[in-house]
């Protein structure tokens, strides 16, 4: 096993940082990622390493990314909700990296909602 050196301590603290960000922060959007077996399976990791580079190359500081267990619907992963605040959600069925990206870039980012990748809008409350 190497050896750890102090700037090798600086770039571990610094992802952990930033991992603790997007799994405990505050947001003005949760991305909730749903990564049970099932999600994991159909391609979640895909989904999840996608956003977390555009947050990271966009270098967004208020969105929430986060995990959540299956939601029951296992034939349609990969899934995510979009939770923006003030607005009710939106589960987003059948993704693959391209169109999670597309839907950072339209619903995360601009607030417009991308009807095609969409099972549902959630009531709000």
């Given at each position: ?24 922060g ?34 967004i ?6 995990t ?8 349609r ?14 589960k ?8 999670i990206?597309?839907?950072f ?21």
């Amino acid at each position: 096993m190497p050896k750890i050196r102090p700037e090798d301590l600086d770039r571990i603290s610094e992802e952990m940082r930033r991992t603790i960000l997007l799994r405990q922060g505050a947001g003005r959007v949760r991305v909730i990622v749903h990564m049970d077996t099932c999600g994991i399976a159909a391609g979640g990791r895909s989904i999840m390493k996608a956003l977390m580079e555009e947050i990271e190359e966009r270098q967004i500081k208020d969105v929430l990314l986060i995990t959540s267990g299956c939601a029951g619907l296992c034939n349609r992963e990969p899934m995510v909700t979009v939770e923006l605040e003030d607005e009710p959600p939106v589960k987003y069925v059948d993704l693959t990296p391209e169109k999670i990206k597309r839907i950072f870039k339209e619903h995360v980012i601009n607030g417009q909602v991308v009807i095609e990748y969409t099972l549902a809008i959630e009531a709000k409350g």
